[in-house]
């Protein structure tokens, strides 16, 4: 493709994410990734997390719920906190996660857990 003189973009990486997720090459997934942003200088969008987070949760390497459930919300914290450093927009799912971890753990109650999905939806549509 490079050789033809084609420049990869977000869309290009995000296909052979998605096929190398999909063949379970968890090893393949992480080089494309780092190599996306060290070698082409393509930042990794939305799409791309969604597709290395859902391909390694489904191999079993990582899994935001599973973090919360476990009563490792922090965990599940600090890897938003990482898309978020990276300029990716968490979405509702993940929020979810983080939100039903905190409830598992007693930390907040039901009327809580309401109000702070008001909160996340309100900080979703003025992200």
């Known amino acids: 493709m490079i050789m033809g003189g084609c420049k990869p973009n977000v869309v290009t990486y995000n296909t ?7 063949m ?4 393949a997934v992480i080089q494309l990734l780092k190599q996306m942003e060290k070698q082409h200088n393509i930042i990794p969008d939305l799409v791309s997390y969604n597709i290395v987070i859902d391909g390694l949760c489904k191999e ?11 009563g490792m919300v922090e ?3 600090d890897m938003t906190e990482v898309m978020i ?11 979810n996660s983080i939100i039903d971890g905190y409830c598992l753990r007693g930390e907040i109650d039901e009327e809580g857990k309401e109000l702070m ?3 996340v939806m309100y900080l979703l549509t003025t992200f």
């Open 24 to 27: 379970g090459h968890s090893v």
């Open 117 to 119: 999905v008001v909160k």
């Open 85 to 95: 450093q990276r300029g990716v927009k968490p979405d509702v799912k993940t929020y």
């Open 60 to 70: 079993g390497l990582v899994d935001l719920d599973a973090f919360c459930k476990e």
């Open 75 to 77: 965990k599940a914290r």
């Open 16 to 22: 052979l994410l998605n096929g190398n997720c999909k």
